[in-house]
Protein backbone atom coordinates (compact mmCIF):
# COMPACT_ATOMS: atom_id res chain seq x y z
CA UNK A 1 0.00 0.00 0.00
CA UNK A 2 1.52 3.17 -0.74
CA UNK A 3 2.59 5.59 2.17
CA UNK A 4 0.55 8.86 1.96
CA UNK A 5 2.44 12.32 1.33
CA UNK A 6 2.00 14.64 4.22
CA UNK A 7 2.98 17.90 3.30
CA UNK A 8 1.68 20.93 6.51
CA UNK A 9 -2.02 20.51 6.17
CA UNK A 10 -2.26 18.73 2.61
CA UNK A 11 -2.42 14.66 2.70
CA UNK A 12 -1.57 12.82 -0.54
CA UNK A 13 -2.45 8.58 -0.93
CA UNK A 14 -0.20 9.14 -3.33
CA UNK A 15 3.43 10.44 -4.30
CA UNK A 16 2.01 10.82 -8.16
CA UNK A 17 -1.25 12.76 -6.71
CA UNK A 18 1.00 15.37 -4.57
CA UNK A 19 3.09 15.93 -7.83
CA UNK A 20 -0.28 16.34 -9.91
CA UNK A 21 -1.03 19.11 -7.49
CA UNK A 22 2.34 20.53 -7.81
CA UNK A 23 2.55 20.28 -11.74
CA UNK A 24 -1.02 21.90 -12.24
CA UNK A 25 -0.11 24.96 -9.94
CA UNK A 26 2.89 25.39 -11.69
CA UNK A 27 1.06 25.34 -15.36
CA UNK A 28 -1.08 27.51 -13.88
CA UNK A 29 1.48 30.26 -14.35
CA UNK A 30 3.56 31.97 -17.28
CA UNK A 31 6.73 32.36 -17.21
CA UNK A 32 7.66 34.75 -14.93
CA UNK A 33 4.21 35.75 -13.57
CA UNK A 34 3.93 35.92 -9.50
CA UNK A 35 2.62 33.21 -7.63
CA UNK A 36 -0.40 33.98 -6.25
CA UNK A 37 -0.63 34.00 -2.40
CA UNK A 38 -3.13 31.26 -1.96
CA UNK A 39 -0.78 28.92 -4.47
CA UNK A 40 2.54 30.40 -2.60
CA UNK A 41 1.31 29.30 0.87
CA UNK A 42 1.40 25.76 -0.59
CA UNK A 43 5.18 26.32 -1.97
CA UNK A 44 6.34 27.37 1.27
CA UNK A 45 5.10 24.08 2.73
CA UNK A 46 6.63 22.24 -0.31
CA UNK A 47 9.90 23.96 0.24
CA UNK A 48 9.92 23.41 3.87
CA UNK A 49 10.44 19.59 3.55
CA UNK A 50 13.31 20.28 0.39
CA UNK A 51 16.10 18.01 1.19
CA UNK A 52 18.36 21.19 0.38
CA UNK A 53 14.86 23.25 2.35
CA UNK A 54 18.18 25.50 4.32
CA UNK A 55 20.12 26.20 1.39
CA UNK A 56 16.98 27.20 -0.87
CA UNK A 57 15.57 29.36 1.43
CA UNK A 58 19.00 31.66 2.68
CA UNK A 59 17.87 35.04 4.42
CA UNK A 60 14.16 34.35 3.24
CA UNK A 61 11.74 33.81 0.42
CA UNK A 62 9.99 37.14 -1.10
CA UNK A 63 8.00 35.17 -3.67
CA UNK A 64 8.05 32.62 -6.38
CA UNK A 65 7.81 32.46 -10.17
CA UNK A 66 8.06 29.44 -12.80
CA UNK A 67 10.72 30.04 -15.18
CA UNK A 68 11.87 27.41 -18.36
CA UNK A 69 15.28 26.26 -18.22
CA UNK A 70 17.55 27.91 -20.38
CA UNK A 71 19.47 24.96 -21.69
CA UNK A 72 17.64 22.37 -23.05
CA UNK A 73 14.45 24.69 -23.38
CA UNK A 74 12.27 21.19 -22.21
CA UNK A 75 10.87 21.72 -18.75
CA UNK A 76 9.63 24.59 -16.38
CA UNK A 77 10.11 24.43 -12.66
CA UNK A 78 9.25 26.93 -9.32
CA UNK A 79 12.14 30.00 -8.93
CA UNK A 80 12.60 31.28 -5.79
CA UNK A 81 12.91 35.05 -4.65
CA UNK A 82 14.68 35.70 -1.52
CA UNK A 83 14.43 38.83 0.41
CA UNK A 84 18.01 39.42 -0.97
CA UNK A 85 16.49 39.45 -4.76
CA UNK A 86 18.80 36.36 -4.80
CA UNK A 87 17.10 33.55 -6.83
CA UNK A 88 17.17 29.70 -7.07
CA UNK A 89 14.99 26.62 -8.76
CA UNK A 90 13.26 24.90 -6.72
CA UNK A 91 12.60 21.00 -7.80
CA UNK A 92 8.83 20.18 -6.44
CA UNK A 93 9.94 16.81 -7.78
CA UNK A 94 12.95 16.07 -5.19
CA UNK A 95 10.92 17.67 -2.50
CA UNK A 96 7.74 14.94 -2.95
CA UNK A 97 10.61 12.34 -4.01
CA UNK A 98 13.66 12.85 -1.03
CA UNK A 99 17.42 12.83 -1.43
CA UNK A 100 18.10 10.05 -4.15
CA UNK A 101 22.43 9.92 -5.24
CA UNK A 102 21.34 7.01 -7.43
CA UNK A 103 18.74 9.25 -9.38
CA UNK A 104 21.31 12.04 -9.70
CA UNK A 105 23.79 10.03 -11.20
CA UNK A 106 21.59 8.84 -13.87
CA UNK A 107 20.47 12.03 -14.42
CA UNK A 108 24.34 13.27 -15.09
CA UNK A 109 24.77 10.58 -17.45
CA UNK A 110 21.28 11.36 -18.86
CA UNK A 111 22.59 15.19 -19.91
CA UNK A 112 25.90 14.14 -20.70
CA UNK A 113 24.46 12.57 -23.80
CA UNK A 114 21.36 15.06 -24.38
CA UNK A 115 23.13 16.89 -27.21
CA UNK A 116 23.52 12.84 -29.03
CA UNK A 117 19.26 12.74 -28.48
CA UNK A 118 19.08 15.95 -29.63
CA UNK A 119 20.98 15.42 -33.22
CA UNK A 120 19.83 12.04 -33.39
CA UNK A 121 15.84 13.74 -33.43
CA UNK A 122 16.89 16.42 -35.79
CA UNK A 123 17.85 14.49 -37.89
CA UNK A 124 15.14 11.88 -38.29
CA UNK A 125 12.79 15.08 -39.04
CA UNK A 126 15.11 16.37 -41.17
CA UNK A 127 14.34 14.04 -44.24
CA UNK A 128 10.57 15.17 -44.29
CA UNK A 129 10.09 11.18 -44.07
CA UNK A 130 6.81 9.80 -42.13
CA UNK A 131 7.69 8.27 -39.13
CA UNK A 132 5.75 5.62 -37.38
CA UNK A 133 5.99 4.54 -34.13
CA UNK A 134 7.20 1.06 -34.29
CA UNK A 135 5.30 -0.22 -30.81
CA UNK A 136 1.80 1.37 -31.13
CA UNK A 137 1.86 1.97 -35.27
CA UNK A 138 1.11 5.45 -35.40
CA UNK A 139 2.64 8.22 -37.26
CA UNK A 140 5.30 10.35 -34.80
CA UNK A 141 5.04 14.49 -35.51
CA UNK A 142 8.10 16.21 -34.32
CA UNK A 143 5.77 17.58 -31.46
CA UNK A 144 4.68 14.88 -29.79
CA UNK A 145 7.53 12.65 -30.10
CA UNK A 146 10.46 10.48 -27.46
CA UNK A 147 13.63 9.27 -28.47
CA UNK A 148 14.01 6.04 -27.04
CA UNK A 149 16.97 3.47 -26.75
CA UNK A 150 16.13 0.49 -28.43
CA UNK A 151 15.98 -2.77 -26.70
CA UNK A 152 18.11 -5.17 -25.17
CA UNK A 153 20.56 -1.52 -25.26
CA UNK A 154 18.31 -0.05 -22.83
CA UNK A 155 19.47 3.03 -21.17
CA UNK A 156 20.13 1.27 -18.01
CA UNK A 157 21.95 -1.38 -19.80
CA UNK A 158 24.46 0.86 -21.92
CA UNK A 159 24.92 2.79 -18.40
CA UNK A 160 25.81 -1.01 -16.93
CA UNK A 161 27.69 -2.51 -19.42
CA UNK A 162 29.57 0.86 -20.14
CA UNK A 163 30.31 0.57 -15.99
CA UNK A 164 31.84 -2.32 -15.84
CA UNK A 165 34.11 -1.83 -19.13
CA UNK A 166 35.80 1.84 -17.45
CA UNK A 167 35.82 -0.67 -13.97
CA UNK A 168 33.70 1.48 -12.22
CA UNK A 169 30.80 1.69 -9.97
CA UNK A 170 27.91 4.49 -10.03
CA UNK A 171 28.78 5.81 -6.83
CA UNK A 172 32.61 6.68 -8.88
CA UNK A 173 30.91 8.87 -10.77
CA UNK A 174 31.55 12.50 -10.15
CA UNK A 175 28.66 14.82 -10.41
CA UNK A 176 27.85 18.25 -9.40
CA UNK A 177 27.31 19.28 -5.90
CA UNK A 178 23.36 20.94 -5.22
CA UNK A 179 23.94 24.69 -6.60
CA UNK A 180 21.46 27.87 -6.89
CA UNK A 181 20.01 27.76 -10.33
CA UNK A 182 21.53 24.59 -11.16
CA UNK A 183 18.81 22.78 -12.74
CA UNK A 184 20.47 19.31 -13.69
CA UNK A 185 23.08 17.63 -12.81
CA UNK A 186 25.90 16.90 -14.55
CA UNK A 187 29.36 14.74 -14.59
CA UNK A 188 32.07 16.96 -13.51
CA UNK A 189 35.00 14.46 -14.84
CA UNK A 190 35.90 15.18 -18.23
CA UNK A 191 37.65 11.57 -18.49
CA UNK A 192 34.38 10.25 -17.44
CA UNK A 193 32.02 12.15 -19.37
CA UNK A 194 34.18 11.57 -22.71
CA UNK A 195 34.85 7.98 -21.98
CA UNK A 196 30.70 7.61 -21.55
CA UNK A 197 30.05 9.66 -24.70
CA UNK A 198 32.10 7.78 -26.76
CA UNK A 199 30.50 4.60 -25.78
CA UNK A 200 26.98 5.64 -26.19
CA UNK A 201 27.58 7.08 -29.55
CA UNK A 202 29.23 3.74 -30.51
CA UNK A 203 26.99 1.72 -28.93
CA UNK A 204 23.20 2.85 -28.62
CA UNK A 205 20.64 2.44 -30.80
CA UNK A 206 17.93 5.15 -30.40
CA UNK A 207 14.09 5.43 -32.46
CA UNK A 208 11.64 7.48 -32.47
CA UNK A 209 8.55 6.84 -30.25
CA UNK A 210 5.06 8.09 -29.78
CA UNK A 211 4.83 9.86 -26.62
CA UNK A 212 1.80 6.94 -25.48
CA UNK A 213 4.60 3.67 -26.64
CA UNK A 214 7.14 5.03 -24.36
CA UNK A 215 5.68 5.96 -21.70
CA UNK A 216 3.46 2.27 -21.81
CA UNK A 217 5.06 -0.39 -24.57
CA UNK A 218 8.69 0.43 -24.01
CA UNK A 219 8.42 0.54 -20.36
CA UNK A 220 6.48 -3.06 -20.05
CA UNK A 221 9.09 -4.25 -22.25
CA UNK A 222 12.08 -3.14 -20.42
CA UNK A 223 11.09 -3.83 -16.61
Known amino acids: MAKPVIIASLVFPTK ?3 KDFFRN ?3 RYTDGERIA ?5 YLRDLVAIHP ?3 TKIGCGISHFTVATDTKFRTTRHFMIHRCDESSTDVSFLSAIDGPNELRDRYESLRRAIETQILDFRA ?3 A ?3 EIICPLRGIPVTESACHVDHEPPNTFVNL ?3 WLAAENLHINDLQITPPLDNQLVTEMTDEEQRMSWQSFHLDK ?6 SPRGNLSDAKLMTT
Open 16 to 18: KMA
Open 25 to 27: IRD
Open 37 to 41: LEDEG
Open 52 to 54: EAE
Open 123 to 125: RAF
Open 127 to 129: LNQ
Open 159 to 161: VDN
Open 204 to 209: AKLRLL
